[in-house]
Structure formats: C-alpha cells, structure tokens
C-alpha cells in the first residue's frame, strides 16, 4: 500500500550554483497554477528514504511538495541558506538509471512574512530565521549534506502566504532578487487568462491549458521589480499555428510593474489539436520561459452543426431519386432545392470560419 500522501511532504532544492538551477526557481515563479513542473536529480543528491518512495509506483503520487532555493558557496566556504517559493504536488516520477525524475502540478507560493518597506536587514534576518528552522525540520537532509530531494514534516508553519497570488509573487521576489549574480533580470509571471466575458480558463488535471477555436481569450501577465530596470527587458509570445497573437509579439518592459493583456485567437477548426505557447525573455536580458501546454478543440458548433448540416444536405439530395415518380413531382422539386441550399449554406458557414471548402 503506498504512503498516505499527507503525511510527509517531497522537498526539492534548486540552487544558484548553476545558471541552469536559477533558471528553475525563476520559471517556477513564472508559471500559472496547474501546469506541471519538472526537476530530475542524479540518485547521490536523494535521501534514503525519498529514493525507496521514489521506486515505488504510485508511492510519491499526490504527495505534497515544497520547492526551496539554496544559496550555496560553490567551494561550501559557508552554509547554505535557504527560501520557500513554492508549495506543488506529485502527479508522477520515474528513474532510469541514476537519473531520478519528478513531475509536480504547481499551486500557491510559500513566502516569508514580509512588507514592502522591510530593510535589506529585516529580509536577511528572516531568511537566517527560516534556515535554521529548516534544519531543524529537515535535519541532515539539506543541501549542507548533498541532500536536494527528501522527505519531511509539512513546513507551513515556517512560511506566510497571503490570499493574493499576486502580493506573494512580488515577496518572493524582493527575497529573490538580492540572492542572484548581478545580471539584470526581469520578473514577471501568468496571472491569469480568461474569455472576454471574464470566465478564468484554468489547466486540467494533466495540466494543459484547454481552448476553445473562435474564443477571443486574454492573457494577461503581470511583472514586478524590486528596482527600476536600467535598460528595458523585451519578451517575447512564441505561438504555435493553431493559436494568433492579435497585436505585437514582442513586449518591452520599461517599468518596474504593469499588468500587459495580450490577446489571443486560436481560428476555428474541426479536429483537437494539442500545442505549446512559450513566453520568453529575449537575450541578452535574463528571465523566465514560460510553457504553457495547451490543447485547441473545436467549437460546438462545429462539432454539431457542420456534420449535421452534411447529413441533411446528403438526405435532402437523395431523396428525390428514391421519390421518382410523377405523383412526386413537387416534393422530389422541394428536396433538391432544400439540398442544394443546405450544401450552400454549408459552404458559406465553413467560409466564414476560416474551414476550408
């Protein structure tokens, strides 16, 4: 029988011993809630008993999970000290070979108590705060010992998320910004996306964004910085064929914060078709990606109406063979006009979306 998952929650760290490790807590802040994550580690850097978990199927699954970020002297002159970003859950892992895998659906930030007229000081002190308590939960288990994947107690008592997604990301990232090599980073994250009567659109549970072709939706992304930039970021929408951007593709970040709406318009079609958006911070500037899984459907109209319409055009046309004969004149006359009209009207609706003939 596999664990109950509430009882021990996975920790995973990243670091900034590697840019690549970076990249992840960034891309982690990044993403909308429900999309899946990914950190894979080699076998020596899991704890005993997350590794067992780890080979057992189904053992780590709906476990909750707390991603950390550790800052580490490449040459271990000083401890690590550590930051919650935020709280997931397993949906699977895998190895193969030393190489163990997890995949975890993002949910809520975890940060630390703060304001934003806290001192450098006041943030420092916290984060000395957490880290002690960490050990203390997570004893022998941290990246001080080569540990960057284990088991342990729930550490909610040591964080203070709000009720605002929104106000936590921007904690996160006054913590964030002061840990990182000096290079110029842009912040921002997907709030949300939504159709224009205002209805959210959120991942399913395989965390793929669902669409709907003709659907005008709205995605709006909001960045943050704990400084004025010195020279302003550009992102970039990188769209796949089933999805337009309706407006400019490339966005330049001159503030410190904004909310931008960039609109969105997968064309109809007749067939589902599964996709990837990408949101990117161009070099030389540094920043999140962002992929956002995503699958068009057509429209119910489409999946109703154009097959219906078909059949009736097809009835309405060979009916009048099969009513040959002279007391029929008049109706077999009615069902070729009314097919000819629908096989029209078909043409004309397919055309109007965009469908092809």
Same mark, same amino acid.
């Given at each position: 029988?596999?664990?109950?998952?509430?009882?021990?929650?996975?920790?995973?760290? !990243?670091?900034?011993?590697?840019?690549? +490790?970076?990249?992840?807590?960034?891309?982690?802040?990044?993403?909308?809630?429900?999309?899946?994550?990914?950190?894979?580690?080699?076998? &020596?850097?899991?704890?005993?008993?997350?590794?067992?978990?780890?080979?057992?199927?189904?053992?780590?699954?709906?476990?909750?999970?707390?991603? /950390?970020? =550790?800052?580490?002297?490449?040459?271990?002159?000083?401890?690590?000290?550590?930051?919650?970003?935020?709280?997931?859950?397993?949906?699977?892992?895998?190895? @193969?070979?030393?190489?163990?895998?997890? +995949?975890?659906?993002?949910?809520?930030?975890? $940060?630390?108590?703060?304001?934003?007229?806290?001192?450098?000081?006041?943030?420092?002190?916290?984060?000395?705060?957490?880290?002690?308590?960490?050990?203390?939960?997570?004893?022998?288990?941290?990246?001080?010992?080569?540990?960057?994947? #284990? #088991?342990?107690?729930? $550490? @909610?008592?040591?964080?203070?998320? #709000?009720? *605002?997604?929104?106000?936590?990301?921007? %904690?996160?990232?006054?913590?964030?910004?002061?840990?990182?090599?000096?290079?110029?980073? #842009?912040?921002?994250?997907?709030?949300?996306?939504? !159709?224009?009567?205002? &209805?959210?659109? &959120?991942?399913?549970?395989?965390?793929?964004?669902?669409?709907?072709?003709? %659907?005008?939706?709205?995605?709006?992304?909001?960045?943050? /910085?704990?400084?004025?930039?010195?020279?302003?970021? %550009?992102?970039?929408?990188?769209?796949?064929?089933?999805? *337009?951007?309706?407006?400019?593709?490339?966005?330049?970040?001159? =503030?410190?914060?904004?909310?931008?709406?960039?609109?969105?318009?997968?064309?109809?079609? @007749?067939? *589902?078709? =599964?996709?990837?958006?990408?949101? &990117?911070?161009?070099?030389?500037?540094?920043?999140?990606?962002?992929?956002?899984?995503?699958?068009?459907?057509?429209? !119910?109209?489409?999946?109703?109406?154009?097959?219906?319409?078909?059949?009736?055009?097809?009835?309405?046309?060979?009916? $009048?063979?099969?009513?040959?004969?002279?007391?029929? %004149?008049?109706?077999?006359?009615?069902?070729?006009?009314?097919?000819?009209?629908?096989?029209?009207?078909?043409?004309?609706?397919?055309?109007?979306?965009?469908?092809?003939?």
């Amino acid at each position: 029988m596999p664990d109950d998952p509430g009882q021990r929650w996975l920790h995973l760290f !990243t670091s900034n011993i590697r840019e690549l +490790y970076i990249s992840d807590a960034i891309d982690l802040l990044a993403a909308p809630e429900g999309v899946h994550y990914r950190f894979r580690y080699e076998a &020596k850097y899991i704890s005993d008993e997350a590794r067992v978990l780890w080979e057992r199927a189904d053992h780590l699954q709906r476990r909750q999970v707390m991603v /950390h970020f =550790s800052l580490q002297h490449p040459a271990n002159f000083h401890p690590a000290v550590f930051m919650p970003l935020r709280q997931g859950e397993v949906v699977r892992t895998l190895f @193969e070979g030393n190489t163990y895998v997890v +995949y975890f659906r993002l949910s809520r930030y975890l $940060p630390l108590a703060d304001r934003p007229q806290y001192s450098a000081s006041d943030r420092a002190q916290a984060v000395q705060r957490y880290s002690a308590a960490l050990r203390d939960l997570l004893p022998n288990a941290t990246p001080d010992h080569a540990v960057h994947a #284990t #088991t342990g107690a729930s $550490p @909610e008592p040591l964080v203070a998320p #709000t009720d *605002s997604a929104g106000r936590d990301f921007e %904690t996160l990232v006054r913590f964030v910004t002061p840990s990182l090599p000096a290079h110029q980073r #842009t912040y921002f994250r997907v709030a949300s996306i939504e !159709t224009k009567s205002g &209805k959210q659109v &959120k991942p399913d549970q395989s965390g793929v964004m669902p669409l709907i072709a003709g %659907t005008e939706y709205t995605l709006n992304l909001a960045h943050y /910085h704990y400084e004025p930039l010195a020279e302003p970021a %550009t992102i970039s929408v990188v769209a796949p064929d089933s999805l *337009s951007v309706v407006g400019d593709r490339d966005i330049l970040i001159r =503030s410190r914060y904004d909310v931008i709406p960039i609109r969105l318009f997968p064309p109809f079609r @007749e067939n *589902s078709v =599964s996709d990837e958006l990408a949101i &990117k911070t161009v070099a030389p500037a540094f920043g999140p990606t962002v992929r956002l899984p995503l699958v068009v459907n057509p429209a !119910t109209s489409v999946a109703l109406f154009g097959p219906a319409l078909g059949f009736g055009a097809a009835s309405a046309i060979a009916l $009048p063979p099969i009513l040959a004969s002279g007391q029929n %004149t008049v109706l077999r006359i009615a069902f070729a006009v009314l097919g000819a009209a629908a096989v029209g009207l078909g043409l004309w609706w397919r055309r109007s979306r965009g469908l092809g003939s």
